[in-house]
Structure formats: C-alpha cells, structure tokens
T-cell receptor, first 111, second 116 residues
Framework: KNQVEQSPQSLIILEGKNCTLQ??????????LRWYKQDTGRGPVSLTI?????NTKSNGRYTATLDADTKQSSLHITASQLSDSASYIC??????????FGAGTILRVKS | DTGVSQNPRHKITKRGQNVTFRCDPI?????LYWYRQTLGQGPEFLTY????????KSRLLSDRFSAERPKGSFSTLEIQRTEQGDSAMYLC??????????????FGEGSWLTVV
C-alpha cells in the first residue's frame, strides 16, 4: 500500500472554478510535506512546502493545508486557468530525507 | 528551467544495450536524487547522494543499475543490459542540505528512455 494516497485520481473542471485535491499519508515520522505541479512530459515543479507545525501555506492561487494529527493535506486551487491543467503530486519527506510520492491527481481545466 | 539539467532528454535503445544518463544539479546543491517515473504514476525513489557519497539505494535499483557522483557535482545513471521494463522517465533532482527541513528540491525535466 502506498504511503501517500491522493484523491481524486483525475478531475475535470471549468475555467474559473475552484477545486480541492486531497492527500492522505502514513509516512511517520515525517519532516515536511510538499505539493508539486507536473506538466505532461516535464519534471515536477514545487508549489508549496509545509513542515509539521504549519497548517496552511499559499502560493498565488494555490493554498495548501496540513493536518498532521489526521495526516491529511489538501491543495486548493482558486479561479482555475487552462494552464493549471497538469498532474498535482503530494510528496512527504521522511526524516531520512527520502521523498515519498503520491501517484498524483490529473487536473484538466476546460474552457 | 529549474537549473537542473538532464541529458539526453530522450533515448531509444534496443533491448540488451547499455544507456547512461547525466544530471547536472544546481551548482551549490550538495544533495542529488534519482527517481524513475512511469506513465500515470508518481516518481519512485532510486538513489540519492550527499556530495559524492551515495547514501541510499532503493531495492528497485537492481545490479544492472549504477549511479555515480564522482566529484560531488554532476551524476550519471547507467543501466546495463536494458530490458523493456526499464522504459520510463528518469528524473534527477537536487537540493541544498542545510540541516533544516523545507529546502526546495528542484527537479530536472527528465530523461525519457524507451527500450525496444
């Protein structure tokens, strides 16, 4: 069983709408949790980084939340744009500095 | 462009041939990672280096795979006697390890391998 589970697997929304992606993890102890955006055929690009003591972190239209007690994180995208179409990957860093990746949520924004 | 450079970007090879990928990390970064990613999946950890020392290797890294970082700068990932199951994107990432958590990890654009 993957230590980082993401939902939904894929999502289609209309341009301008908001959406929320979920990440549940079992990695323990963990150092920090990150969200990455990966365009098709490209390397992942960092969106947010949160340590266990942080509850929320924003980067423009992206807002990540973290509940270390329930081991859940979410990524909220506001006022979606066509360029937001990508895979969004939740990554948990363990204390050995190893990155444990989720399988990603594929987001498609339609006009 | 994150500053992490990978070459070649695409490689098509016949089964049984050897291939080598190169990663040039961001210059001051002492930590370098290799990951493998197949379609529809998140990246899987292969190995990582702190300077020139290879600190951890995944069980995924069979004896056909070898990675080096001889001078603590660029790294190479060699796959010997390639198999069709090796077809994937090989991602390199680098970061600055300062003992604090939260350092950004930068990924390259990946090297696509197709074994025919």
């Amino acid at each position: 069983k993957n230590q980082v589970e993401q939902s939904p697997q894929s999502l289609i929304i209309l341009e301008g709408k908001n959406c929320t992606l979920q990440c549940n993890y079992t990695v323990s102890p963990f150092s920090n949790l990150r969200w990455y955006k990966q365009d098709t055929g490209r390397g992942p690009v960092s969106l947010t980084i949160m340590t266990f003591s942080e509850n929320t972190k924003s980067n423009g239209r992206y807002t990540a939340t973290l509940d270390a007690d329930t081991k859940q994180s979410s990524l909220h995208i506001t006022a979606s744009q066509l360029s937001d179409s990508a895979s969004y990957i939740c990554v948990v860093i363990d204390h050995g500095n190893k990155l444990v990746f989720g399988a990603g949520t594929i987001l498609r924004v339609k006009s | 462009d994150t500053g992490v450079s990978q070459n070649p970007r695409h490689k098509i090879t016949k089964r049984g041939q050897n291939v080598t990928f190169r990663c040039d990390p961001i210059s001051e970064h002492n930590r370098l990672y290799w990951y493998r990613q197949t379609l529809g999946q998140g990246p899987e950890f292969l190995t990582y280096f702190q300077n020139e020392a290879q600190l951890e290797k995944s069980r995924l890294l069979s004896d056909r795979f070898s990675a080096e970082r001889p001078k603590g700068s660029f790294s190479t990932l060699e796959i010997q006697r390639t198999e069709q199951g090796d077809s994937a994107m090989y991602l390199c990432a680098s970061s600055l390890s300062t003992g604090l958590s939260g350092n950004t990890i930068y990924f390259g654009e990946g090297s696509w391998l197709t074994v025919v």
